[in-house]
Nanobody
Framework: QVHLVESGGGLVQAGGSLRLSCAAS????????MGWFRQAPGKEREFVAA????????RYADSVKGRFTISRDNAKNTVDLQMNSLKPEDTAVYYC????????????WGQGTQVTVSS
């Protein structure tokens, strides 16, 4: 199993940048695919980005493609989400998630970090 803790959220003006980080505990982190999801008030949780266990095959939601970059460091047990050119519609709670089976089923979730983008 893996325990996930997100950090790096905050308040930023539109056009600004934030870098979210997810720290994982557990020896098996390097075998997990990892993802970032977000949930805005009154909306369902949605996929943002994902990355394979070896750091390959990054995938992004169309809404963030070209603005967000997902990366991971298996030596440090971290997965980051660099967010540039932020828009007010990016405002949400952002969650880090782990996919142990590498089948797209995310069984492990962090507690979330709030990102607020002001216009």
């Amino acid at each position: 199993q893996v325990h996930l803790v997100e950090s790096g959220g905050g308040l930023v003006q539109a056009g600004g940048s934030l870098r979210l980080s997810c720290a994982a505990s557990g020896r098996t982190f390097s075998t997990y695919a990892m993802g970032w999801f977000r949930q805005a008030p009154g909306k369902e949780r949605e996929f943002v980005a994902a990355i394979g266990w070896s750091g390959t095959n990054p995938r992004y939601a169309d809404s963030v493609k070209g603005r967000f970059t997902i990366s991971r460091d298996n030596a440090k047990n971290t997965v980051d989400l660099q967010m540039n050119s932020l828009k007010p519609e990016d405002t949400a709670v952002y969650y880090c998630a782990g996919d142990a089976s590498r089948t797209g089923v995310y069984a492990y979730w962090g507690q979330g970090t709030q990102v607020t983008v002001s216009s």
